[in-house]
DNA sequence: ACAGATACCTTGACCTTCTACACGTCCGAG
DNA sequence: CTCGGACGTGTAGAAGGTCAAGGTATCTGT
């Protein structure tokens, strides 16, 4: 089978989309992977080993904070919330992403370069 | 003022990039970092540091092929184009990269804040 | 002729982040 | 009880950036 429709993150993206995600609500990590999946409609995954030590950089940032609590299914997990420094690095680091790509896909796209 | 317009590639793009330039015809490493920067319109800019250990990589994995002519300016200068397994790649990877940053935008530009 | 600037390439130490994988716990269902 | 799934932790290693230093060739000004 080909898996050629998921592929893997540059590094340094998995941050902004966990922030993004946690964004809409405190949720824990084991959910916030599948949501990024979902919300990707399946094109991203990601996986634990890359998940979890991203969230503990960013609770030690303090970009987000955690609370164990217990999840739906009755388990205790680690729900977590951006903090207000979280929140302002998210917006600054979203727009950095925005023009990082504007920038690149201008360049592949080769929309210029007139050297005659 | 702040003169943050300059900021890091993510791992993974510079070889993106700099296959785009090379495509666009021979050119040897100094002038790449170059063009990439004009090209960027100043946003990016490449260190010798991360350009240089690219090209090799990027060579040995045959994407690139290089050789050594005089430059312009009259010193030896490695030029570099694609070859065409490097033109095949080219191509694939400028879509994943479209794809992942549509994907990516699409859950960072998340126009559904509080409302569900 | 010499100093200095600039073009051009190389390399190494270091750090951050992704991957792979293995392990451990708590819960509900059969 | 056992098993599988939800949930988390930790370690090892590779990849690919950053910084910073070094080296040589050519041009320019004096």
Redesign the interface.
Same mark, same amino acid.
Do not use: H, K, Y
């Given at each position: 089978m080909k898996t050629e429709d998921k592929?893997?993150?540059?590094?340094?993206?998995l941050d902004?989309?966990i922030m !993004?995600?946690v @964004?809409?609500g405190p949720i824990h990590g084991y959910a916030i992977a599948q949501r990024?999946q979902q919300?990707? !409609?399946e @094109?991203?995954q990601v996986q634990q080993g890359s998940l979890y030590p991203a969230l503990h950089r960013l609770e030690y940032k303090k970009l987000l904070a955690g609370t164990w609590k217990p999840s739906e299914t009755g388990r205790e997990a680690k729900f977590y919330e951006l903090t207000a420094k979280g929140r302002t690095h998210l917006k600054t680091e979203?727009e950095?992403? !925005? !023009?990082?790509?504007d920038?690149?896909?201008?360049?592949?796209k080769?929309t210029?370069?007139g050297t005659s």
């Open positions: 592929f893997d993150l540059p590094q340094g993206t902004l989309l !993004r995600v @964004a809409l990024i919300m990707s !409609r @094109a991203l979203s950095n992403w !925005r !023009r990082l790509t920038v690149v896909g201008l360049i592949l080769g210029l370069e």
